[in-house]
């Protein structure tokens, strides 16, 4: 069982940065993928960028490419979302999630564990 939980989200500028940390118990985090996701009001939850196991691949949605970067440190169990150059479209609660089976899963359905979220919302 691994249980994840958010912090870093809040209110910002457009333009602005942010840096979502998602924190996970248990000794094998670092045998995980992780990814976030993140889900609008009246929208599915799309995956923002996830990342394996050892950190030397990740992957992004094309529209937060450029602008976001997801890094882990399994050292302290942490996964972390840079968000950068913030658009009012990236208005959501975003999401921490873990694959046991370390792949980069891009649906909702490829990770087992979930973190209750954190809302980010930015103003235009």
């Known amino acids: 069982q691994v249980q994840l939980v958010e912090s870093g989200g809040g209110l910002v500028q457009t333009g602005g940065s942010l840096r979502l940390s998602c924190a996970a118990s248990?000794?094998?985090?670092?045998?995980?993928?992780m990814a976030w996701f993140r889900q609008a009001p009246g929208k599915e939850r799309d995956l923002v960028a996830a990342?394996?196991?050892?950190?030397?691949?990740?992957h992004y949605a094309d529209s937060v490419k450029d602008r976001f970067i997801l890094s882990r440190d399994n050292g302290k169990n942490t996964v972390y979302l840079q968000m950068n150059s913030l658009k009012p479209e990236d208005t959501a609660n975003y999401y921490c999630?873990?694959?046991?089976?370390?792949?980069?899963?891009?649906?909702?359905?490829?990770?087992?564990?979930w973190g209750q979220g954190t809302q980010v919302t930015v103003s235009s």
């Open positions: 999630a873990a694959d046991p089976r370390d792949r980069l899963g891009v649906g909702v359905r490829s990770y087992d564990y």
């Open positions: 248990g000794r094998i985090f670092s045998r995980y993928a």
């Open positions: 990342i394996t196991s050892s950190g030397r691949t990740t």
